[in-house]
C-alpha cells in the first residue's frame, strides 16, 4: 500500500483544483455587469419585478434592467423570438405553445404566477339577468346552455377557464354562443345591455365592473381550474446558456420580489401597496381591495410542470390551433433557479 505522503497529498489537491479551475473562474465573474433587455405586462402580477426594480435589487447585483411594456404578454413574444428582448413574461397561451413548436428555440425558465386556491385572480363576471337565473356559482354553467359568452381572442387563458366551466358543467363548448374579437372596452358595455352573458375579466377589472352594477363575480379561475398555470418567464436557449449568470442573478431578485410580494398579498404591507399602485397607476385602494387575490407566485419559481403539460395537452387534442406538441424535455429549463435558490438559502444579500 502506498504510504499517503505530504507530497503526495498536495499534488492531488494541485490536480483536483486544476479540474475545477473553470468553475472557479467562472464564479470569480459571477457579479460581471450584465444588461438584460425586459418585456412585461403592467399589471398586478408584475408586483415581484416592480419591486426588485423600485428596491434595487437588479442593480445589488450588477445588472441594468431595460424593460418594454406591453398590454398583454403574448405580444412581446414576437420582439423576443426577433431577438429585440432577452427574457419577457408570457400567459401560457395556445400562441406560446405554436411558436416553441415551430421552432422558435425558447425555454420557460421561472414560473410567474399560476391560480392556486384561493388566490385566482381571473373572474367569471355575468350579467345581471344570468345572475338571476342561478348562475352564481362554479356550477353555474349548467345555467347558461346557449348563452353568449363575450372572449377577446381564441388560445387565450378566457378560452380555457370557460372550457374548464363548461366541462364541470356536462356541456359541450358548442352549446354557447362565443362572441370573438371583444376586448373589456366593447364587452362591458354589451353586458350592460345584458347582450353579452359571460366574460372572464382579471383582477382589479372586475371589481371596478362589479361595483359599476356592471355585472357580478359568479366564480374564479381557481374553482374552475385550480393551480391552473398562468404564466412563465421565458428565454431563448442561447440566452440561458450564454448568459447563465445574469440570468441567475435576475432570478434571485424575482425571487426576493415574490416573498415580499406574497407576504404583502397578506399583510398588506404599505410599503408594497405603494410601489405596485406607483407603477400601475392605480390607487393604492384599488391595490388594497384586491388582496389576498393576487396572483399566487412559486417564491423558487419552480412551475407546475404537469398542470404545464396538460393545458398544452388541451390546446393540442381539443383545438385546432396546435398542432405539434412542445416535448417535454423542451419546455422547461431550470439550471437557473435552481442555482439562485441555493445562493440565496446560502446568503442572501438582500437582507
Known sequence: MRRATRRRFLAGAAALGAVR??????????????????????????????????????????????????????????????????????????????????????????????????WGSNAILVSRDMWERGFRSVDGYMAAKGTKIGISSRGSVAQYLHTMGIDRAGLKVDDFDWQWGLAPKASLPLMQQNRIDILNLPLPGAYAAQHQGIGKIATWSDELAPNFALA??????????????????????????NIEFMDAAKSGNPEILKIIADQTGLAVPVIDETRPRWTYMPIDGIPDLAQIVKQQKFWHERTDLLARSVPEDQLFDDAAIKEAKRRLDEKNPFN
Not at 457579479?31 to 423600485?54: K, N, V
Open 232 to 257: 412563465c418567464s421565458v428565454a431563448s436557449r442561447k440566452f440561458l446558456r450564454e448568459r447563465h449568470s445574469a440570468v441567475v442573478r435576475f432570478s434571485m431578485a424575482i425571487m426576493q420580489g
Open 21 to 118: 479551475a473553470p468553475y472557479v473562474f467562472a464564479q470569480s465573474n459571477f457579479l460581471e455587469p450584465a444588461r438584460i433587455r425586459m418585456g412585461f405586462a403592467p399589471y398586478i402580477s408584475a408586483g415581484p419585478y416592480f419591486i426588485a426594480e423600485t428596491k434595487g435589487y437588479f442593480r445589488k447585483l450588477n445588472i441594468e434592467i431595460v424593460p418594454t411594456s406591453h398590454v398583454d404578454g403574448s405580444l412581446s413574444m414576437p420582439s423576443l423570438v426577433a431577438g429585440e428582448l432577452d427574457i419577457t413574461g408570457a400567459t401560457l397561451s395556445a400562441g406560446l405553445f405554436n411558436l416553441m413548436s415551430k421552432g422558435a428555440d425558447l425555454r420557460l425558465f421561472f414560473d410567474r404566477g399560476r391560480e392556486a386556491p384561493g
